[in-house]
């Protein structure tokens, strides 16, 4: 199927369960992405700041983008002034600066807490004691400019659904905890971001509000080395 039948059939899936659907189009042309927005896509998913910037100018400015991957905090200013969503925030640090960057441009920049829900040490995020602390924390109190809107988190890579079912139904029973916590009355918190393309159904069992799908829209990527992989 083309890149468009692709997006046409996912948004119908996931329209009529409410679960939203971010397009990972990193290392992916921007001709692949129009075609994506052609067909009626806006929300898109890149992982390497560089990129991101890039694709931003040359694109439509109703995409929406959402840096998924991991961000440095010295990088959060090239994307403060346009991203819509921050998924993978795993430190107070960093939760500092994106609301310092976004003051400067007068704007309040949504983000999810990424959690670490996965049994392989190369994944990041927060464990779930961590993200108590943040949010418990006088400095996050403090924070105006960013909302956090949800918590995001990936599941262990393996051939095993039953472990995968396991680690996104935590994540779903965190958030609840969380929810029910410290953001009782906020209709924002809101987003379960789980499910990329080989597990997104499972994820979408386990309460998914948002998948993230990149390889079985547009097709496998070519694996790039980069010399520097963190944003
Ligand atoms: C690349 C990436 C995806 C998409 O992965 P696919 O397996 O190609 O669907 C989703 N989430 C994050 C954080 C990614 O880096």
């Known amino acids: 199927m083309s890149i468009a039948d692709n997006i046409k059939a996912y948004t119908k899936e996931l329209n009529s369960i409410g679960v939203k659907l971010v397009a990972v189009s990193k290392t992916k042309s921007n001709e692949d992405i129009m075609e994506a927005y052609q ?27 959402h840096l998924v991957g991991h961000l440095q ?4 200013k090239y994307i403060a002034p346009f991203v819509s969503l921050i998924h993978g925030v795993d430190s107070l640090k960093l939760l500092v600066e994106i609301d310092k960057q976004a003051k400067k441009h007068n704007r309040v920049i949504d983000c999810l807490l990424q959690i670490y829900i996965a049994d ?7 464990g779930f004691d961590e993200a108590i602390e943040l949010l418990e924390s006088e400095e996050y109190q403090k924070l105006s400019n960013i909302r956090i809107v949800g918590l995001m988190g990936i599941a262990t890579n393996t051939e095993n659904p ?7 139904y935590e994540l779903h029973t965190l958030f609840k905890g969380i929810k029910a916590s410290y953001f009782r009355n906020q209709d924002s918190f809101k987003e379960i971001s789980m499910g990329m393309s080989a597990d997104y159904k499972i994820a979408i069992e ?11 829209i547009f097709g496998q990527r070519v694996i790039k080395h980069y010399k520097n992989t963190e944003n």
């Open 73 to 76: 905090s010295n990088k959060v």
């Open 120 to 126: 392989e040490h190369t994944k990041f995020g927060l």
């Open 162 to 168: 039953k472990q995968i079912k396991e680690e996104f």
């Open 39 to 65: 067909a009626g896509q806006r929300i898109f998913g890149e992982n390497q700041v560089q990129e991101m910037l890039e694709k931003q100018e040359a694109l439509p400015k109703d995409i929406e983008w």
């Open 206 to 216: 386990q309460g998914s509000t948002m998948v993230r799908i990149g390889s079985d």
